[in-house]
């Protein structure tokens, strides 16, 4: 909502003062849409570009629907390259630039359910790992965060269950929204400039656990 998108602003700019605050709306899954917002954005230079967005799609992949799971492909992976592609020109002129993708732990392990969110996240995975490495030395760095389970509204119809998987998680809790940003803001900073082509998980030790347990 546009008041959402105010206040948000508001807050950002009360945080950073003395710098330009803007935020435009952008619907991801509409393709004209996007196309339009990435044509005016070759037009500026960015140093940074954190693509923090994801639709999730639980189904069996023998029940998949094929609709559903190109709509959260769309908004996983496709608008993604696009906006990267936009983006990564000016870095690349001005041979300076950060690039962090917001992935899942969801693509680095198989789980029931997730087959359509599970492929999007690993595409984008491996879109980021190219991309790193063909503007590696043109200074620009590439990662992706891949978050676990993270306290936001994205898992709110797991409610019922949160006590159960919060049991399995070496950390015994979820991610806070600003741990999994700290950790973007440290990939835009000077000491992360040797850092490109990682997928760095944000999990509290979930994947170096094995899965089954006595």
Known sequence: AASDREALAAEIAQAQPGRTIRALPLDLSDKPALDAFCEKAEDEAY???????GQPYDSLAAMMVQDKAEAAMQVNFWAFTRLAKSLVRGMIRARAGRIVAIGSVAALRGNPGNAAYAASKGALISYANTLAV?????GVTVNVIAPGFVDTDMMAPY??????MEAQIPAGRFARPDEVAGLAAFLMSPPAAYITGTVLPIDGGLMAQMGVHR
Request: hydrophobic share 35%; glycine share 12%; aromatic share 22%.
């Open 47 to 53: 140093f940074g570009f954190v693509y923090n967005a």
């Open 134 to 138: 063909e503007t590696g030395k043109r």
């Open 159 to 164: 409610a019922a269950y949160r006590e159960k």
